[in-house]
């Protein structure tokens, strides 16, 4: 049974940084494409970052247009996390944010984590 757990959300100011983490059990991280993506009240869930599993060449990453150059996932497979390095946030950043693991077989979400930028 493979299970997500997120942490790392908090109130910040504009400007600010967060780091979240997302822990994975199971032994399936490894050949996983990770994700993070957001949900705001009243919006669909949204991609934020995702990372390839980096096991035959290096992990390959894409983010959405609205957080690139701000926001910087990474893996460590040694420790089954994903990280989400987010800096210069923004109100418009706010949301609960999710973790995604996918293979072939399997589509797991974790239960969130609350972001929150607000002066």
């Known amino acids: 049974q493979v299970q997500l757990v997120e942490s790392g959300g908090d109130l910040v100011q504009p400007g600010g940084s967060l780091r979240l983490s997302c822990a994975a059990s199971g032994s399936i991280f490894h050949i996983a494409v990770m994700g993070w993506y957001r949900q705001a009240p009243g919006q669909e869930r949204e991609l934020v970052a995702t990372i390839t599993s980096g096991v035959i060449s290096g992990s390959i990453t894409n983010y959405a247009d609205s957080v690139k150059g701000r926001f910087t996932i990474s893996r460590d497979n040694g420790k089954n996390t994903v990280y989400l390095q987010m800096n210069s946030l923004k109100p418009e950043d706010t949301a609960v944010y999710y973790c995604?693991?996918?293979?072939?077989?399997?589509?797991?979400w974790g239960q969130g984590t609350q972001v929150t930028v607000s002066s």
């Open positions: 995604n693991l996918r293979t072939a077989k399997r589509n797991i």
